[in-house]
């Protein structure tokens, strides 16, 4: 199964101490596709680029195809602004309307994932009009569907219902913390991830930095604890992506969420050990196997009435 995301920006990052890291390989598309490729070597990668973007920041990736369509508007670019509690700000540094245009869905989206032959993709949602629509046109391709929402405070009650709307036609849903407390309010979790499954994705999964995961499973309703795999931590950035990537490769393999929810441990873990994705080599797949193992040796189901 070919494998596949969306959309490429550049960053320049800043860190708490000043830091700086520029001209970057950034964007949810690249980690995504880093995660994934931890597991896979049939991933792909599109999206919207200027002229100015140099395909060569994707090489270290070790993809099988890329489809990045060139535009008469700049690659989009934005600094990354780390606060010494970890709080990541993001500024773009072109002209807003052309952020949109480049990260935005193009209509032919379906299209140009069958034409590269995909059979999951993993997307990211702000909950903008026409986005569950779009996530229906695709499922009905027969392409598996993972989402990751970006939704934050002060967004509109018409973006999260969007994003809720979506997920009749998702498998994997991969909220964190934050933006599940925006979708549903704040409630105890168990039966928060259980009102996302029952809208129909198989698993949902809640991201929560280092303290790890909570994934559930909603046709055995098993939830599990996942720790966090071990990381040298150099850069955050990417760690949700790398996490939903490795996640729905470990689940297309596999349909054992114990195995995906491993799998998304080490991708996000992988991620966060230099800056900017990881480059693919047999030394760190061989490793990443490894590690899954630990996870896996680690991770439990959480019975009813068990503190999450």
Known sequence: ??????????????????????????????????????????????????????????????????????????????????????????????PLGDWSAQVGWPADLPERLQALGVGAVHLLSRGDVGDPAMIARIAASGIRVSLEPVIEDGMGAAQCERVLAALAHVEIFSPGLGELQVLLGAQPLRPALVALAERGPALVALRRGAAGSLVYHRES???????????????????????????????????????????????????????????????????????????????HELEDGDNA
């Open 221 to 299: 309703r098993q939830l599990l604890r996942v720790p966090a795999a071990h990381a040298s931590v150099a850069d955050v950035t990417g760690a949700g992506n790398a996490y939903a990537g490795g996640m729905l490769v470990g689940w297309c393999m596999s349909a054992a969420p114990a195995l995906a929810a491993a799998c998304a441990a080490v991708s996000a873990a992988i991620a966060i050990e230099q800056v900017g994705p990881p480059a693919i080599t047999r030394e760190l797949l061989a490793a990443a196997v490894a590690r899954r193992s630990e996870v896996l040796a680690a991770l």
């Open 1 to 94: 199964m070919r494998y596949a995301s969306w959309s490429v920006i550049v960053d320049d990052i800043v860190f708490p101490d000043g830091r700086t890291a520029m001209g970057v390989l950034g964007g949810g598309g690249s980690y995504t596709a880093a995660g994934m490729r931890v597991w896979s070597h049939e991933v792909s990668v599109l999206g919207n680029v200027g002229a100015d973007f140099d395909p060569v920041l994707l090489g270290r990736l070790d993809l099988q195809a890329i489809d990045l369509r060139s535009t008469h508007r700049p690659t989009p670019r934005a600094w990354q602004l780390f606060e010494d509690d970890g709080q990541r700000t993001q500024i773009p540094r072109i």
